[in-house]
């Protein structure tokens, strides 16, 4: 008899503590549970994890003045990346500046070293196949720039039979080209201004931000616009695909910048004029 009821207790001890081991694995899936419901282990949206970083990571290239260079003193500083310094304000977190040479700039993007680039980067349509803009916050028009004394040339029509220096990597070479102007090869922009001032050429089919940079480093330069295109070149914020949240802040923190007038102190200063439109 002792024998039997020796069995059955161990038996009964057996099936209590399998029971109680059962207990114990379901009051650890329900406390995981509640750790997924109280969002202690949820993911964050790409807006939320920037302030929870405390930072904005921002990519720009650090030598393509106006728009972001280093000044006499050595600092960081230019028209995108006052623009970036005043989002990450209205966001509440700091800015932190990754420079990046323009040919690894998106491969640092995709890469996940930043959370967005400000580096004048035009809107197209190739891009935003693989990426995310920010409102724009800078327009750039084609425009015709002539010395100040030459009043024969007041349209791009005018151009027919002219000398224009001229970028032949550029877009706006074409635009030269079609008005019938003879191409003169420049390095760029600055060669550009060398050859008109001298008299070497007639004009030149430039980026109007270029123009505007100059006649405000030196107003006397003796060079005008005498005509431009309509529809300019769009540049804004760029981001990953799947930061819809971060974008919107962006766009947001953009567009009360232009609305309370820190847009046009910031464009004043660099451009002498509202370069937003």
């Not at 503590?17 to 995981?32: E, R, W």
């Not at 030459?150 to 877009?171: M, P, R």
Request: negative net charge; contains cysteine.
């Amino acid at each position: 008899m002792r024998k039997i009821s020796l069995t059955i207790l161990l038996a009964l001890t057996v099936v209590f503590v399998a029971a109680c081991g059962n207990n114990s694995n379901t009051d650890t899936s329900t406390n995981s549970s509640a750790g997924t419901n109280d969002g202690t282990s949820a993911a964050k949206n790409s807006l939320e994890a920037v302030k929870a970083s405390g930072k904005l990571r921002i990519g720009t290239e650090g030598t393509y003045a106006p728009f972001t260079y280093h000044d006499a003193s050595g600092k960081l500083t230019g028209f995108d990346v006052e623009i970036a310094e005043e989002v990450a304000k209205r966001l509440g977190v700091e800015p932190e500046f990754f420079e990046t040479q323009w040919d690894g700039i998106f491969a640092g993007m995709d890469a996940k070293r930043f959370d967005v680039i400000f580096n004048e980067v035009s809107i197209n349509e190739d891009r935003k196949v693989k990426y995310d803009f920010s409102e724009p916050y800078i327009v750039s028009k084609a425009v015709l720039i002539v010395s100040e004394d030459n009043n024969d040339i007041k349209t791009f029509a005018d151009l027919k039979g002219k000398k224009a220096g001229q970028s032949l990597t550029s877009n706006l070479s074409d635009i030269a080209r079609e008005n019938g102007a003879e191409i003169v090869a420049t390095d760029g922009f600055n060669q550009a201004m060398d050859l008109l001032t001298s008299g070497r050429i007639d004009a030149t089919v430039n980026d109007g931000l270029s123009y505007l940079d100059l006649k405000k480093q030196k107003p006397d330069v003796k060079i005008k616009v005498v005509d431009e295109i309509p529809d300019g070149s769009q540049s804004a914020a760029v981001f990953l695909k799947g930061n819809d949240e971060l974008v919107k802040a962006v766009s947001d923190a953009i567009v009360e910048m232009k609305s309370d007038g820190t847009y046009l102190k910031i464009s004043e200063k660099y451009f002498g004029a509202d370069v937003s439109k």
